[in-house]
């Protein structure tokens, strides 16, 4: 019992403290509930503000809209007005449509009756007046036939007479003509032939020049040619190699090795220096362009090309590594067309290289610089030859001043000769024959025909040099 009452305690006091933790809950709910409903009020007033004057703002919209309503009902009652009046008028219109329609009809049906009737009244005419037209017309052509026939008849015969010459000169005529188009067919075939021929040769031509100017495009291809021009140049001048100039000889400089294309040895032991420069890739592209504008551009670009050349020949300053070399230095390039070209697109190049000691050089210019410098060699040869002259006169002149004196001893040496022969003469002739004779006369020599004869005697004397006397200090 008392179990039952401590149970029932501990269930009174579970109940009030389930009662007690309830009611703090439900007053902490109250109390949430109150800040969510003072939160909710005052969004609510702020939220009933911005209504306010969100009202503010669309009255007038409303009281436009309410205008524009009472505009579109009058709108709808005039566009409803309008369409009854349409209705009435396609309805008008359909009737009138009809009414037309049966009109045509009619007047379809009036013009085939009348083109029955025009027809049948025009073939009644037509028929009868066209017996009377054909009766008529056979009796007057039957007089005319006869009449005619006649006539052709004398005429043929005129004409045939007339005719014959005519026709003999026309068959003699037509033979001729035929030998003619003979003749004219076997020069036409020959003219045919030969434009074939030229047809080929130019298409050959063209190919040929495609591949040259595919070969020129190549920059080794464009040097070697370039070096091929200027050999042919200094061969035309009549220079030699390795003796008036020299290709592509090489030396040793502080920027490295320098190879220029030739170099022309001039008198005074001087030396040019020349480089062949072939700027083509702009030019070739300019003759290949299809407006003047772009071929403009390209003889630009050509320009340009042969302005830097001139630059880099002159940034190697050969005329400061070679001592011996002139103060400028010659661009060859192998072609007049390609300076003229370039000169017309820029007209200060030629002034702008001889600034950089650069002398722009073509086949034509070159040739008279080379030839120029063969006739400097020309005229150093002979000054070399005249010294050489001089000196061989000067030896020949004592020669003969020796040969002169020799000459003398020879002249007086014959001189004595003749005088010891005179004088030898005068012993025999004095002396030995006369005592030769006494043999002759004593019998000693039997007397035969061949006697002792007596030699002539020699009056002539060695011409003496009597011409101006040679010295050894003597100059010619």
Not at 128 to 139: M, Q
Not at 337 to 366: M, N, Q
Request: no cysteine; proline share 3%.
């Amino acid at each position: 019992m008392e179990q039952l009452v401590q149970q029932v305690a501990a269930w009174d006091i579970a109940v009030w403290q389930g009662v007690a933790m309830g009611t703090a809950a439900l007053a902490l709910i109250l109390m949430l509930s109150a800040l969510l409903a003072g939160r909710r009020a005052r969004r609510a007033q702020q939220d009933a503000a911005a209504l306010r004057e969100r009202l503010a703002r669309l009255t007038p919209e409303a009281e436009r809209a309410a205008r524009m309503e009472a505009r579109a009902e009058a709108l709808m009652g005039e566009l409803y007005q309008e369409q009854v009046n349409a209705a009435a008028l396609e309805q008008k219109l359909d009737s009138l449509q009809e009414t037309h329609k049966q009109r045509l009809a009619d007047l379809a049906d009036m013009k085939k009756q009348l083109e029955d009737r025009f027809q049948t009244l025009a073939s009644g005419a037509l028929s009868v007046n066209s017996e009377k037209f054909l009766s008529l017309v056979s009796e007057r052509f039957q007089k005319h036939k006869e009449s005619a026939d006649h006539d052709t008849a004398q005429r043929h015969a005129a004409i045939r007479d007339l005719v014959k010459p005519l026709d003999e000169r026309l068959g003699k005529f037509d033979a001729r003509m035929t030998e003619i188009e003979k003749a004219r067919n076997e020069a036409y075939g020959t003219i045919k032939q030969q434009v074939l021929n030229l047809a080929e040769g130019q298409q050959t031509l063209s190919s040929e020049t495609r591949r040259l100017v595919q070969a020129l495009r190549a920059p080794k291809t464009r040097g070697r040619w370039g070096e091929m021009q200027l050999r042919q140049v200094f061969e035309m001048a009549g220079m030699t190699e390795r003796v008036d100039f020299h290709l592509e000889k090489s030396f040793d400089t502080d920027d490295g090795r320098r190879r220029p294309d030739a170099i022309v040895h001039i008198p005074g032991g001087k030396s040019i220096v020349i480089d062949a420069k072939t700027p083509l890739s702009a030019y070739l592209d300019a003759l290949e362009a299809e407006t003047p504008e772009a071929q403009s551009q390209f003889i630009k670009q050509h320009a340009v090309q042969v302005r830097k050349h001139v630059n880099d020949l002159s940034s190697k300053a050969y005329h400061d590594t070679l001592g011996a070399t002139p103060d400028f230095v010659v661009m060859f390039i192998p072609g007049e067309t390609f300076v003229s070209a370039a000169a017309e697109a820029d007209p200060g190049l030629i002034e702008y290289a001889f600034e950089r000691k650069v002398l722009i050089a073509t086949p034509t210019t070159l040739m008279a610089l080379v030839k120029a410098i063969a006739y400097g060699w020309q005229q150093d040869k002979m000054a070399e030859n005249a010294e050489e002259v001089q000196k061989s006169a000067k030896e020949i002149y004592d020669r003969l001043r020796v040969f002169a004196e020799h000459l003398g001893r020879v002249g007086r040496s014959l001189g004595q000769s003749v005088d010891h022969y005179n004088k030898a003469l005068g012993s025999l002739e004095g002396r030995v024959l006369p005592s030769a004779r006494k043999f002759e006369e004593l019998g000693v020599v039997a007397a035969t025909s061949d006697k002792i004869e007596r030699p002539a005697s020699v009056e002539d004397e060695p011409r003496r040099l009597t011409a101006h006397e040679f010295t050894s200090d003597e100059q010619p």
